[in-house]
Nanobody
Framework: VQLVESGGGLVQAGGSLRLSCAAS????????MGWYRQAPGKQRELVAT????????NYAASVKGRFTISRDNARNTMYLQMNSLKPEDTAVYYC??????????WGQGTQVTVSS
């Protein structure tokens, strides 16, 4: 499984971005997926997760109500719609996919920078 993120960039506070994570390879084996982020000098943290069928989602308290995770299995793509962005959302955003046995795959990351 290979995961490639896109959609990052520079945005002013209050703005929006939409991240995408395109999966390739044995995509049929991917179960839960998620977005994580890592700011400079900080540990990587969970942003949001979504189940295989997209019916169940989970969000970090810091992004709940502002970010929306979704996936389109027909397109092998996961998304993160980010609204009302804050400078503290600045980080490298990574997508993660989990296959059977709990094996996780990560993308290379995409930079999101929010200016005040």
């Amino acid at each position: 499984v290979q995961l490639v993120e896109s959609g990052g960039g520079l945005v002013q506070a209050g703005g929006s971005l939409r991240l995408s994570c395109a999966a390739s390879g044995r995509t049929f084996s991917i179960n839960a997926m998620g977005w994580y982020r890592q700011a400079p000098g900080k540990q990587r943290e969970l942003v949001a997760t979504i189940t295989r069928d997209g019916e169940s989602t989970n969000y970090a308290a810091s992004v709940k109500g502002r970010f929306t995770i979704s996936r389109d299995n027909a397109r092998n793509t996961m998304y993160l719609q980010m609204n009302s962005l804050k400078p503290e959302d600045t980080a490298v955003y990574y997508c993660r996919g989990v296959v059977g046995g709990g094996i996780a795959f990560w993308g290379q990351g995409t930079q999101v920078t929010v200016s005040s």
